[in-house]
């Protein structure tokens, strides 16, 4: 394991969701609350963070880059951790810029960030100019990808296994699924090598939010890659593979942070029977899954909510339709 740069306000609580239990007649379902790991709205870039910028410390950085969607949570939680950390933020942002800036966009600017606007498909290859020309300018730039998904972050969510598996164990609970919306993969990665490291038994799925099943590349061969270098990062001497994954693409709907009915109605369900606020694009679409089948296994589900509420202003209208 490599250093840690603490961010996170854990453990995170394991929640019984009885109310949706009753109204739905399922069997029992559990929520781990990693929207509320803290900084600066929570979710679940705060734990895969806590090593990254450990790391960019480590190498006497002086600026992060990092890259996502105008709505992404990463970037929020990025800055902000930037902030913590005494480190200058800059991040590039696929598309133009909105006249009325809200959600995650608001306090990427709140939060003091230098945002960069590009092509969507260009993101990357922007990132790695401004990081260049930082270098040339005699700055010190570290580069985050995606979602902070490399064996650095996703260490994160090797030890939010084991504090979940602590807390089952407590709990005297045993669920046979966890679920859990899955886009760059550091989360489901780092959840199925904890997985592997601290014994749980039962199945984790991720609920694709992006990718479909037929990608260039397998989606469960990405996993598989960023799970062993997260393997290799600890110094331990497990290694997955792609059939060690379980994905669900079923609910892609009409695409990435196109909201639906899926999605809608989760969001209703949960803030109504619970009160407790999912987002639009992740768990919005991810609990959706559960409400639509994935509870169905035996043992219970425990359903990760990877935070995200944040996004929730910025898809106004299409929340309420
Ligand atoms: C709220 C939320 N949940 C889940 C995810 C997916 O996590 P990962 O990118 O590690 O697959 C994200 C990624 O941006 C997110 O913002």
Same mark, same amino acid.
Not at 155 to 169: F, P, R, S
């Given at each position: 394991?490599?250093?840690?740069?603490?961010?996170?306000?854990? &453990?995170?609580? +394991?929640? /019984?969701?009885?109310?949706?239990?009753? $109204? @739905? %007649?399922?069997? &029992?379902?559990? +929520?781990? /609350?990693?929207?509320?790991?803290?900084? $600066? @709205? %929570?979710?679940?870039k705060t734990r895969k963070l806590e090593f990254l910028i450990a790391d960019a410390l480590a190498q006497h950085a002086d600026?992060?880059?990092?890259?996502?969607?105008?709505?992404?949570?990463?970037?929020?939680?990025?800055?902000?951790?930037?902030?913590?950390?005494?480190?200058?933020?800059?991040?590039?942002?696929?598309?133009?810029?909105?006249?009325?800036?809200?959600?995650?966009?608001?306090?990427?600017?709140?939060?003091?960030?230098?945002?960069?606007?590009?092509?969507?498909?260009?993101r990357l290859e922007t990132m790695a100019g401004i990081a260049a020309e930082r270098t040339k300018a005699g700055m010190r730039p570290y580069v985050i990808p995606y979602g902070g998904s490399n064996g650095v972050g996703a260490?994160?969510?090797?030890?939010?296994?084991?504090?979940?598996?602590?807390?089952?164990?407590e709990m005297g609970i045993a669920p046979a699924t966890m679920i859990v919306a899955s886009s760059s993969g550091g989360t489901q990665a780092g959840l199925a090598l904890g997985a592997r490291l601290y014994g749980y038994q039962g199945r984790v799925i991720g609920i694709s939010i992006d990718k479909g099943e037929r990608g260039p590349e397998r989606y469960e061969e990405?996993?598989?890659?960023?799970?062993?270098?997260?393997?290799?990062?600890?110094?331990v001497p497990m290694r997955l593979t792609a059939d060690d994954f379980h994905v669900d693409y079923r609910f892609l709907g009409a695409g990435y942070g196109v909201v639906g009915d899926v999605e809608r109605t989760a969001l209703r369900l949960m803030a109504q029977q619970e009160g407790i606020l999912l987002d639009p694009?992740?768990?919005?679409?991810a609990?959706?899954?559960?409400?639509?089948?994935?509870?169905?296994?035996?043992?219970?589900?425990?359903?990760?909510?990877?935070?995200?509420?944040?996004?929730?202003?910025?898809?106004?209208?299409?929340v309420m339709e």
């Open positions: 394991m490599t250093d840690r740069f603490p961010l996170a306000q854990l &453990p995170t609580p +394991i929640e /019984r969701l009885s109310r949706l239990e009753k $109204a @739905l %007649g399922v069997g &029992p379902l559990w +929520i781990k /609350r990693d929207d509320q790991t803290g900084l $600066a @709205l %929570g979710g679940n600026v992060i880059l990092t890259a996502g969607a105008p709505q992404s949570n990463h970037c929020r939680q990025t800055a902000a951790a930037a902030v913590r950390a005494g480190i200058l933020c800059e991040l590039i942002l696929g598309g133009a810029p909105p006249p009325d800036p809200n959600g995650n966009l608001l306090l990427d600017g709140m939060l003091g960030a230098k945002l960069h606007w590009t092509d969507r498909e260009r260490q994160g969510y090797v030890l939010a296994m084991k504090e979940a598996v602590v807390q089952m164990k990405e996993l598989a890659v960023l799970a062993n270098a997260t393997a290799e990062v600890m110094k694009v992740y768990t919005g679409r609990f959706g899954a559960v409400l639509q089948g994935e509870k169905e296994g035996p043992g219970g589900v425990l359903f990760w909510h990877t935070g995200g509420a944040a996004a929730l202003f910025a898809y106004a209208k299409d």
